[in-house]
């Protein structure tokens, strides 16, 4: 009470104390804000370092599967005949059995470009990704007397550019009857650290970190897709429906597939629809026929919403691939692009294809 009433008896001393307190206020809001700064700064230096770190511990470029390519605009590829136990690389740089660059008669040649889900190095065993099941499936029904080759021009790693670059100068040179590009949600950028430029990382390492420890689930979905639709992506998605439409202009039959995102809550929580639009709205834009697998994936439960492997939302089951071939195949039957079950008696003849395909 005798130190108010001395207070309030000494001319400014009220004032003073409050200056007092507003400067240890400031003090300590700077304190924290330089902090946080050094934090941040500390944090973009160390992952720095341990991405160059990686980069240095890679093995040498003739032992690894990925190689850099000589077209900048591929930016990596397979290296050609590179083997490992359940995945092989054939010497034209394909995850594909050997074959020959003019088609043989008698085949249906169907070429498929895409990343990881089609090319699968480290995910499901070969036989069960889908295009190999619709290539079985094909030959098991007949169709004529057709035999039909599923071509595999997919890399790990590959954006929607790649992609296009890969039909234009690969897949192209093996004349096939019909090309799929297989896309998924993270293909405005390639994603491959070794040699390229993945889509912008956070604002803040520091709320990254955050982020990811407080919402996992959350962050995983950022991770993996959000990130990829700044201005840049979004115009990389666009070029490349308008490239993949400039193919269908000049006579290649062209079909885009899109597996959606794997996890439930990325629809029903977080708006994830958003990012098949452009998807589907560049297909129509560009006159490419689009597939989009997430309705079906949802009413058979592929997309779940407790995943089982957290760290990967983007690769289906051995029964999501299954479906997959399942729905390509009566997409392309309903586009009038494969030959009918039941058209044509006794074996084609070189470059015949028949009245019921294209």
Aim: charge should be neutral.
């Amino acid at each position: 009470m005798a130190a108010r009433r001395f207070a309030a008896e000494v001319p400014g001393a009220t004032g003073s104390r409050r200056k007092e307190h507003l400067l240890t206020g400031v003090i300590l809001v700077l304190a924290l804000l330089l902090s946080l700064g050094l934090a941040e700064v500390g944090l973009r230096v160390y992952y720095h370092v341990i991405l160059w770190r990686a980069v240095q511990a890679l093995p040498p470029v003739g032992a690894r599967a990925v190689i850099p390519s000589m077209d900048p605009e591929l930016i990596f590829e397979w290296k050609p005949r590179w083997r490992s136990e359940g995945f092989t690389v054939n010497s034209f740089g394909m995850p594909n059995d050997e074959l020959t660059v003019e088609k043989p008669s008698g085949v249906f040649r169907i070429a498929f470009v895409g990343d990881s889900i089609s090319a699968n190095l480290g995910f499901r065993p070969r036989p069960e990704i889908y295009l190999n099941v619709l290539e079985r499936t094909l030959n098991q029904e007949g169709r004529g007397g057709w035999r039909f080759e599923a071509l595999n021009f997919g890399v790990n790693g590959y954006g929607i550019l790649q992609e296009l670059e890969m039909l234009r100068t690969r897949a192209l040179r093996f004349q096939p009857d019909l090309v799929v590009v297989q896309q998924c949600l993270n293909d405005p950028y390639p994603t491959d650290t070794a040699y390229a430029k993945l889509a912008p990382d956070a604002t803040s390492r520091l709320w990254n970190i955050v982020f990811r420890r407080i919402q996992p689930d959350r962050w995983w979905g950022w991770n993996l897709v959000e990130r990829n639709y700044d201005r840049a992506g979004l115009e990389n998605l666009r070029r490349g429906m308008v490239g993949l439409g400039e193919e269908v202009k000049r006579g290649v039959r062209v079909v885009a597939v899109l597996f959606p995102y794997l996890h439930a809550p990325a629809y029903d929580s977080w708006g994830y629809q958003r990012y098949h639009e452009p998807y589907r709205k560049g297909a129509a834009q560009a006159g490419v026929p689009f597939l989009d697998l997430y309705t079906v994936f949802r009413q058979r439960g592929f997309i779940g919403d407790a995943p089982v492997d957290p760290f990967d939302l983007l690769h289906p089951s051995r029964e999501a691939h299954a479906l997959a071939a399942a729905e390509i195949e009566a997409k392309l039957d309903g586009l009038g692009l494969l030959p009918a079950r039941d058209a044509l008696d006794g074996r084609p003849k070189d470059g015949e294809i028949g009245a019921d395909s294209p």
